[in-house]
């Protein structure tokens, strides 16, 4: 039992991928505790260097990628679905939503939500402190860090894996993206390498994420319970606990757990943000969340672009550089995280409920906490909040809570919901993690999956170490640094992909309607007829496919391999449905699949004659199946020359597109299936 179980360890380990990772990381913890002092003066140095010196770069990257996701979004390419044709999405919009917020950024916003604003009223980069313009200006910033553009560098690295994964087969893994660029050598040492700084960035993230959290715990128990201390090695034990609990989350999987927990994590929230909003000055918040959401979309451009060349000093560095490079390391958990849930949406329907609807959330919940504060210090003279929040961001929320009603109360739900947010941002980043050390794989090792939790839970203890806050900025802002480079790339192949797709529906659009009548113009129409007002039985279908169909894909084929073509039939007797697969070296395979598909009978189908061979309330149908997904029609009735004559017709068209198209790249896609959600679970060679 015991081989057997190092047996399957091993056998999802990608050795090029996982070393290298786990190389630099070791460097990283060892070095930090041999010298925590020298260590924490080194980040320092590193995060003024990248910041004086990158900066232009995140900024330019990230209004980049915002640009690219709605053109994309936009465009015709917005209708391709992220599947088959005929996917469907896999969860509901609540609980799609609940999961890519709680694993998004929802530590962020119970950390920033009161402090962003009220050190930014304190210390406006671009106004007088203390005043009105400074209150304005404090929101908008943290509107302006917290929206659209966060959301755009998560849903640009989501649809990225789920377009490549699910539409075209391909691994579940950032090397993917770059497949209509470099083709087959992803599974080579540059694939490798886009994946090791996937790992590093979504560990660095992850820290940082799990680092901010714990500092919070920390200051919201001290508020609570005054002999528990603010220390470093207070936040250290409350890492090694919490990342405890993530493990039976991770052991849990994702619907028993992640999912679950995020329900809970929205629920939660959306309780202590409907509290804060009806205890608070309700209609202060109102005012101010229109208002400075439109001032938001005026300001975007300029805003967007602003680096404060002039002016100079650390505050760019601290915030704006700050917050998109920890969004950047964070990305690559993310993207992966929401890609694996977003299965069978359209791309119009994946970046405008990625960026739309959480970025509303975001606005609103800003308003509500931030506003709240601004209230309280400008009308009612709550002015040592100022104080309180520059010597300790972490406590900025619970000092908020002590000038409303039930403080003690709600500040022990909000801890409950750090801890929800820690556990389900700690179980989620290891499954992330652990797929892309796997090559892709969906299915790893439990014990893999709680090394990885257990990892980043050191990580996060090393940076609190070796510096506490300034660490945990310097270990986001430099991983991301390589992966917006890798971002920038896989934007440019999945604009390759995408063109490459329009030209191929072109391409077939053409030879379907050029001196073609399609299958339904072959038939009598007495066939016709038929196969409109009948509603065949499952046994009557399953032996059309079983017998008539595989007739004619096994005639096909016998003709292709005397051509010298490498064609194969198989045949699914449970279900049932045949495949017909042909495979053309150096491009993706044509295969050609009946299915038996069930619908429910409508009204039109109970006349008062009955109908002989009725199926109950079911019929079914023989529909046909490509690579794309289903084609929607049926084909059962028909003989074996008719069935014979479409399946030439799909493979006309489908050597007319690779004919027609010179300058396409290879597209093999081996182990391609769509019962298996597209995701081609292949180690690479």
């Known amino acids: ?66 640009v690219f996701l709605v053109t994309v979004a936009v465009s015709p390419w917005g209708r391709i679905k992220l599947g088959p044709d005929h996917a469907r999405p896999e969860y509901s919009f609540s609980s799609w939503f609940a999961m890519l917020f709680s694993a998004g950024y929802g ?102 994420t799990l680092g901010i959290s714990v500092t919070q715990i920390n200051s919201g128990l001290n508020y609570l319970w005054p002999g528990i201390p603010v220390h470093v090695g207070v936040q250290i ?64 451009i300029a805003r967007t672009f602003n680096l404060q060349a002039y002016v100079g000093g650390e505050w760019i560095g601290n915030w704006t550089l700050f917050i998109f490079g920890w969004t950047i390391a964070w990305a690559p958990f993310v993207g992966l995280f929401i890609a694996k849930i977003s299965r069978g949406r359209t791309i119009r329907q994946f970046v405008f409920g990625v960026m739309l609807v959480p970025t509303l959330f975001t606005f609103f919940w800003f308003s509500v906490f931030g506003d709240t504060a601004l209230h309280a210090i400008m009308h009612e003279g709550y002015t040592s909040l100022i104080d309180e929040v520059n010597a300790d961001q972490a406590i900025a929320l619970f000092k908020l809570f002590e000038h409303l009603p039930f403080t003690a109360i709600v500040s022990f739900v909000t801890i409950l919901l750090i801890v929800t947010f820690f ?50 900025q310097t270990a986001a802002v430099t991983s991301a640094l390589p ?23 072109i391409s077939l659009q053409y030879k379907m309607t050029s001196g073609r009548t399609g299958i339904a113009g072959k038939a009598s129409w007495q066939d016709r007829l038929t196969s409109l007002v009948s509603f065949p039985d499952r046994e009557s279908v399953a032996g059309f496919i079983r017998e008539n169909v595989r007739q004619a894909m096994d005639t096909v084929a016998g003709e292709l391999e005397e051509r010298g073509w490498p064609v194969s039939v198989s045949i699914d007797e449970e279900r049932p449905r045949v495949r017909l697969t042909v495979n053309r070296p150096g491009f993706f395979d044509f295969f050609y699949e009946v299915r038996l598909q069930s619908y429910a009978k409508p009204t039109l189908a109970f006349p008062r004659i009955p109908q002989a061979g009725s199926g109950g309330e079911r019929y079914y149908r023989a529909e046909v199946f490509l690579r794309r997904g289903g084609r929607a029609y049926d084909i059962y009735g028909f003989d074996t020359d008719l069935i014979i004559e479409d399946i030439i017709d799909q493979f006309e068209r489908y050597l007319h597109f690779v004919r027609t198209s010179p300058g396409v790249l290879p597209w093999r896609m081996d182990e391609f299936d ?12």
């Open 423 to 472: 556990v389900t941002s700690a179980d989620s980043g290891a499954l992330v993690i652990d797929s892309l050390a796997s090559g892709g794989a969906l299915k790893t090792p439990v014990a893999q999956r709680i090394f990885w939790a257990t990892l980043s839970g050191v990580v996060a203890s090393v940076l609190l170490l070796a510096g506490g806050l300034k660490a945990l």
């Open 483 to 505: 992966f917006a480079i890798v971002m920038l790339i896989a934007g440019v192949g999945l604009w390759q992909a995408l063109r490459i797709e329009s030209q191929r529906d």
């Open 674 to 685: 769509d019962d298996l959600k597209g995701q081609a679970d292949r180690k690479p060679k």
């Open 1 to 66: 039992m015991l081989s057997e179980r190092l047996t399957r360890f091993r056998s999802t380990i990608l050795i090029p991928v996982f070393l290298p990772a786990i190389l630099v990381v070791a460097l990283l913890v060892i070095g930090t505790i041999s010298d925590p002092d020298r260590a924490g003066e080194f980040f320092a140095r590193l995060l003024a260097a990248i910041t004086a010196d990158f900066g232009w770069f995140y900024v330019l990257a990230v209004a980049t990628f915002l």
């Open 237 to 300: 034990g409350t890492i090694a606990v919490i990342t405890s609990l993530a493990t039976f989350s991770v052991v849990a999987g994702m619907d028993r757990g992640i999912r679950r927990l995020s329900l809970l994590n929205m629920i939660l929230a959306a309780v202590l943000v409907l509290f804060v909003f009806l205890v608070g000055p309700t209609i202060f918040i109102l005012e101010a969340f229109v208002q400075n959401t439109g001032a938001y979309l005026d300001g975007i």
């Open 107 to 208: 530590i962020a916003l119970l950390f920033f939500g009161v402090a962003e604003p009220v050190l930014h009223y304190a210390n406006p980069p671009e106004a007088e402190a203390l005043t009105r313009q400074a209150a304005e200006q404090a929101l908008q910033i943290s509107f302006f860090h917290w929206g659209f553009h966060i959301w755009a560098i998560y849903g640009l690295v989501g649809l990225v894996l789920a377009y490549f994964a699910f539409r075209q087969g391909l691994p579940l893994s950032m090397r993917s993206a770059l497949y209509p660029l470099i083709g087959e050598r992803i599974y080579g040492p540059i694939g490798h390498t886009v994946d090791v700084f996937a790992i590093l960035g979504t560990l660095f993230g992850l820290a940082t």
